[in-house]
C-alpha cells in the first residue's frame, strides 16, 4: 500500500525567504511518480512539479524545486523567494506504477501563510 | 488547455435528497476520479473509472455510486444524502501512465441539512 505523510499542519515563512515542506511517502513499487500541488483558498488544486522514481535530478519548475531523497522516501518541496501569493494548502501525491490507472494517493497537506 | 468542469460550485440539500454531482472533462482522458476533501483528511478517494462503464471503488465508497456513460462524463451519485456528506467533492482526470498529471475541477462545497 503507498502511503504519504505530511508533517506540517502549517507553517509561516517571511516573504522573500525560502521554504521547505516535507513529503515523506511509503511504497513497495520500486518505480512510481510523486506530484505536488498547491491548493489556494479558492479551491482549485494546481499542479506544481514532479518527480519520477528513476530520475536522476531533483525536478525544478520556476521557484519551485523538489529535494528527492529516495533512500529516506522523502521528497521535500522547495519554494525560493516565497510570495504573498505563495498563501495555500500544499499537497503531496504518488502514484505506483503497478498500474497506470492507480489514483494519486495524497497527505493530509500543510497549509503555508507568507507574512509580509 | 485541459479542463474538467464541475456543474455546481455550492450545492445545499436536505437529507435523504438523491443528489448528483457531474464531471466533464475536455481532454479525452481515460482515467476519472471523484475524491472528498475534509479539513485535516486531505483527499480521500471515493470511487475512480479508468473506462467507459468501468468503475473501481477508492477509500471510502460507502454511501456514494458513480456513472460513466460516456467517456468525457463522470458522475458521483449520493443516493440518500446524509449530514455526515457534508465536504468539498474534487473531481479530477488524467491519462494512464505514472507520470501523468492529474487535472481537477474547482470542486463542489456540499451543504446536506
Known amino acids: 500500500a503507498q502511503k504519504i505523510t505530511q508533517t506540517q499542519p502549517g507553517m509561516f515563512v517571511q516573504e522573500k525567504e525560502a521554504v521547505t515542506l516535507d513529503c515523506t511517502y511509503d511504497t513497495s513499487d520500486p518505480s512510481y511518480g510523486l506530484f505536488w500541488y498547491k491548493q489556494p483558498s479558492s479551491g482549485e488544486m494546481i499542479f506544481l512539479i514532479y518527480q519520477g522514481s528513476y530520475d536522476q535530478q531533483n525536478a525544478t519548475e520556476g521557484r519551485y524545486s523538489l529535494n528527492f531523497q529516495k533512500a529516506r522516501k522523502s521528497a521535500n518541496l522547495v519554494i525560493s523567494a516565497s510570495q504573498l501569493g505563495d498563501s495555500a494548502m500544499y499537497f503531496c501525491?504518488?502514484?505506483?506504477?503497478?498500474?497506470?490507472?492507480?489514483?494519486?494517493?495524497f497527505g493530509k497537506g500543510t497549509r503555508l501563510s507568507v507574512i509580509a | 488547455d485541459v479542463k474538467v468542469t464541475q456543474s455546481s460550485r455550492y450545492l445545499v440539500k436536505r437529507t435523504g435528497e438523491k443528489v448528483f454531482l457531474e464531471c466533464v472533462q475536455d481532454m479525452d482522458h481515460e482515467n476519472m476520479f471523484w475524491y472528498r476533501q475534509d479539513p485535516g483528511l486531505g483527499l480521500r478517494l471515493i470511487y475512480f473509472s479508468y473506462d467507459v462503464k468501468m468503475k473501481e471503488k477508492g477509500d471510502i465508497p460507502e454511501g456514494y455510486s458513480v456513472s460513466r456513460e460516456k467517456k468525457e462524463r463522470f458522475s458521483l451519485i449520493l443516493e440518500s444524502a446524509s449530514t455526515n456528506q457534508t465536504s468539498m467533492y474534487l473531481c479530477?482526470?488524467?491519462?494512464?501512465?505514472?507520470?501523468?498529471?492529474?487535472?481537477f475541477g474547482a470542486g463542489t462545497r456540499l451543504s446536506v441539512l
Open positions: 479530477a482526470s488524467s491519462l494512464v501512465g505514472i507520470a501523468n498529471i492529474q487535472y
Open positions: 501525491a504518488m502514484r505506483s506504477a503497478n498500474s497506470g490507472n492507480t489514483p494519486l494517493v
